[in-house]
């Protein structure tokens, strides 16, 4: 069965500084997709960033990229010059291709910037 | 003009109740879903549609019945409500292998 672990309940970065949020997966299916949200305060689901499990590089937005490391099943969110409109929870979801093609979500982790 | 639209936002009802939720995408996806979101934050699927038919139904209680009158739309009917059906419930639209998939903004539902 598909799993998604967030070890980090909360985060505390100094504006500026970049942030890595860990994102740990487990699945049997061998193509999948993994996907981070931003939900702030206001509660709205943004849909940040994606990559494929056969995707050769790691996928980037912006401010935002995926350390992506198969073989150690891990999708860290990197977000370089964190910025003060950061703070929010993010969640990293996995959705296997095979199967039932639900987005099945990690715990969540509450990022704070501080100014 | 939002891609994934769901009414009401916020819902306050007293329990025993029934009660509707609807969403509409204007994304041309194939597929839709519901998700609940619990206190503590966790998000769950409950039901996913492709093409008007069901897909997915994770182990929801029966009082819980999706409609999808069309690809654009999929509705959630909450009949006898309970305490425990408090929850923030999103709607979400993609494609069915795509790699983007959009939440609508969330409703907000209270039972009292």
């Known amino acids: 069965a598909q799993k998604i672990t967030q070890t980090q309940p909360g985060m505390f970065v100094q504006e500026k500084e970049a942030v890595t949020l860990d994102c740990t997966y487990d699945?049997?299916?061998?193509?999948?997709?993994l996907f981070w949200y931003k939900q702030p305060s206001s509660g709205e689901m943004i849909f940040l960033i994606y990559?494929?499990?056969?995707?050769?590089q790691n996928a980037t937005e912006g401010r935002y990229s995926l350390n992506f490391q198969k073989a150690r099943k891990s999708a860290n969110l990197v977000i370089s010059a964190s910025q003060l409109g950061d703070s929010a929870m993010y969640f990293c979801a996995m959705r296997e291709v095979q199967g039932a093609q639900k987005l099945v979500f990690g715990q969540g982790t509450r990022l704070t910037i501080n100014p | 003009d939002t891609a994934v639209s769901q009414t009401p936002k916020y819902l306050v009802t007293q329990m025993g109740n029934d009660k509707s939720i609807k969403c509409e995408q204007n994304l041309g996806h194939d597929t839709m879903y519901w998700y609940k979101q619990d206190s503590k934050k966790f998000l769950k699927i409950m039901f996913s549609y492709n093409n008007k038919e069901l897909i997915i139904n994770e182990t929801v209680p029966n009082r819980f019945s999706p409609k999808s009158p069309d690809k654009a739309h999929l509705n959630l009917h909450i009949n006898s409500l309970e305490l425990g059906d408090s929850a923030v419930y999103f709607c979400a639209s993609s494609q069915l292998d795509g790699n983007t998939i959009y939440f609508g903004e969330g409703s907000w539902l209270t039972v009292v």
């Open positions: 990559q494929g499990s056969y995707d050769q």
């Open positions: 699945t049997s299916d061998p193509s999948y997709g």
